[in-house]
Each structure stands twice: as structure tokens, then as C-alpha cells.
């Protein structure tokens, strides 16, 4: 019997499919039926803070909001806000519903909101917290440590306002990457999810005005993701959980052999609907009995950086061979 299950968070997932925070997140139906083809866990759809601003003021303190590019969208546009208290009756819910691990995620930065509401979701029954956080630097004064001392501020903050494992979802826009990562462990991060998609703005050309750029991922965006699982799973020493452009068992087991803890999958399923998980999870373990794994852990991190003979070859960026005609 071949054994697809993970540890992340603290928890054993049954397979290291993950379903990301999203519409299909945001429903009991789409809970059961992510638990039901198969899915480890499921991501809550994100509560974003109420009032989106860049900063407020709360007990004489000037507290960070992340301004996040996804919530005007899918707030406004796509009616999936829920208040407060419904998203802790979803929690509760889920719990009852499904035997698999429900991750609440929170865009909620202020210690007015984690003081209290923290507490109420560990009290609701949720098995972990994501943090999405997503900063857009627009100020020419502010370098970019400071920009990433505010991520590391608003984990620090959270994780001394709760008691369960927290994962810290973020984008990939990041100079020094490697640095970050541990500090962000530091600051209390249990986990890191490479990398949120954020909302992508367009033009249109006609009408001359902005546009909501396309939704859903393509299989080709995973190159981004797979190359820094690669390279952060030996050192950064926390769970990481792949994110952007798995679309098939071929991203997962790619994703796997790099290092991740876990994959997450968003943009699949909207198009193919939540049976793809099944099939996904049928076709890893054809491939683990084709190949003679027993566990994951046989091949995870197989194909990561610190394991490699040639680590050079995770860092280049250069098509040096096609420039200079080398062949
Ligand atoms: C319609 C939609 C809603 C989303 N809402 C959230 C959200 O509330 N919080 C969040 O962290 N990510 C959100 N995301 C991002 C996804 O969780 C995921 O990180 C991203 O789509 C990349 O994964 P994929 O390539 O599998 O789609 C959303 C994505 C989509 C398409």
C-alpha cells in the first residue's frame, strides 16, 4: 500500500494536495467536495480586514494594514465576502463536515482584529492560519528592507496573538529572497507558501481604462515557484507549500522532488472542476508505484539544491548557450 500522506503544519494530510484560498474555499459545498476527491487540507477563502488602507491608527499605535490587490476584486466583484462571523460558522462547519485539516486565511494585520478575533477562530476549530500578505510598494522613499521589515512586523505581531501553526503566503517579487525567507521563519512563520498570484491588472484599448487581467494561472507559471522550492527547501527550515501553476500530477511530483511540503491548487480546479484532485492524487501514486516509491518522503526533496551535485545549475539565469551559439 503506497503511503501519499505529508506533515504540514503540524498535521498529517492524507495527500499533499492542498486547496487554495479562493471561491472554492468559501463554501461548505466546495469544502466537501475538495475533502471528497481527495484533497490534504483546505485553505479558507481569505478575510480581509474591513477597511482597506494603507495605514491606521489603533491604541495610539500606527499599525500596517497590508493593502492587498486581491480584495477590491474579489470583495467587491465577486460578492464572496463574508463577515466575521459567518467565516467562524464556516470554520466551525468545515470541522464537522470534513475529516481533513481546514486552514483559515486572514488578511487581517491589525492587533484590534488578532487579539480578540484570533482566539475565536482557534476556538472555532481551525487547524492553522494563512497570512496572506501582500504589500505594493509605491513609496520612492522606502527601500525595500523597509518594505520587508513590515512583513516581518505583521507576522511577528500575529503569531504573539495566536497559539496555531501559522503559514505566511506571499509573492514572488522579492530581492533577497533566501534572507527573507528565514526571517520570516523567525518571526514565527511554521510554514511558507511560494507564491500567492496576485491580481492581475490589464489595459483595455479600446475603452482606454484598466482591466482585470486574466484569473487563473497557466501551467507554464510554475517555473517561478518550482525554482525557489528547489532552492529554499534544504536550508529555509520550515514547511513549504508550493503555489502558482500546478495544473497537473506532473507539477505536483516536480514540485514534490524540489523539496515542497505541499502543493496548492487554485486555478485547475475552477477549470476543471474538483474531480481533477482525484485524478491528480490516481495519477502520483501510478507514478510512485512505476518508480518504487513506498512514501513521498522517498522522493521528496530528491530534486532540491542542497542535494544536488551541480547547485550552480538552480541558479542560472542566463540563456548563456543560446546568446553565444554554443551548442
Ligand atoms: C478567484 C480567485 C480568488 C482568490 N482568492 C484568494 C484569497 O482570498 N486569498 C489568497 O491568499 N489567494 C487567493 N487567490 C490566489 C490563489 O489562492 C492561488 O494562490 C493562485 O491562484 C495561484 O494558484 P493557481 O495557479 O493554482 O491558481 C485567489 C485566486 C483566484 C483565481
Known amino acids: 500500500m503506497l503511503d501519499t500522506s505529508v506533515q504540514y503544519l503540524g498535521h498529517t494530510l492524507r495527500t499533499p494536495i492542498v486547496i487554495s484560498s479562493s471561491g472554492l474555499t468559501n463554501t461548505m459545498s466546495g469544502i466537501r467536495q475538495a475533502a471528497e476527491a481527495g484533497a490534504g487540507a483546505v485553505v479558507l477563502k481569505s478575510l ?19 493593502m492587498h490587490p486581491e480584495a477590491e476584486q474579489y470583495i467587491s466583484q465577486m460578492g464572496m465576502h463574508l463577515g466575521p462571523q459567518r467565516y467562524l460558522e464556516l470554520i466551525g462547519e468545515a470541522k464537522a463536515a470534513v475529516d481533513i485539516p481546514i486552514i483559515a486565511s486572514m488578511n487581517c494585520v491589525t492587533s484590534k482584529w488578532w487579539g480578540n478575533y484570533g482566539k475565536q ?3 472555532a476549530g481551525a487547524d492553522a492560519v494563512e497570512l496572506n500578505i501582500a504589500i505594493m510598494p509605491r513609496d520612492e522613499s522606502e527601500p525595500a528592507e523597509a518594505v520587508e ?6 507576522v511577528d505581531r500575529v503569531r504573539q496573538q495566536i497559539d496555531l501553526p ?8 522579492f530581492t533577497g529572497l533566501p534572507k527573507f525567507a528565514s526571517e520570516l521563519r523567525k518571526a514565527g512563520a511554521s510554514a511558507l507558501v511560494l507564491f500567492n498570484r496576485f491580481y492581475q491588472m490589464d489595459i483595455d484599448i479600446e475603452d482606454e481604462s484598466l482591466a482585470p487581467g486574466y484569473q487563473f494561472s497557466t501551467p507554464e507559471e510554475i517555473y517561478t515557484s518550482l525554482r525557489w522550492v528547489s532552492i529554499l527547501s534544504g536550508d529555509v527550515g520550515c514547511d513549504l507549500s508550493a503555489s502558482t501553476g500546478i495544473h497537473s500530477a506532473d507539477g505536483v511530483i516536480k514540485q514534490l522532488l524540489a523539496g515542497a511540503t505541499t502543493v496548492q491548487m487554485c486555478s485547475a480546479l475552477y477549470r476543471s472542476g474538483f474531480e481533477i484532485i482525484t485524478r491528480i492524487r490516481d495519477d502520483l501514486t501510478a507514478w510512485m508505484e512505476r518508480k518504487g516509491y513506498k512514501s513521498i518522503s522517498d522522493f521528496q526533496g530528491k530534486l532540491s539544491q542542497s542535494a544536488s551535485d551541480d547547485p550552480e545549475s538552480y541558479e542560472r539565469l542566463q540563456y548563456i548557450k543560446a546568446l553565444t551559439g554554443i551548442s
Open 48 to 66: 480581509f480586514e474591513e477597511q482597506i488602507e494603507s495605514t491606521i491608527e489603533t491604541d495610539g499605535q500606527e499599525m500596517e494594514l497590508a
Open 149 to 154: 521589515k513590515r512583513y516581518l512586523r505583521i
Open 166 to 173: 501559522l503559514a505566511v503566503k506571499i509573492g514572488p517579487y
Open 121 to 123: 477562530i482557534e476556538a
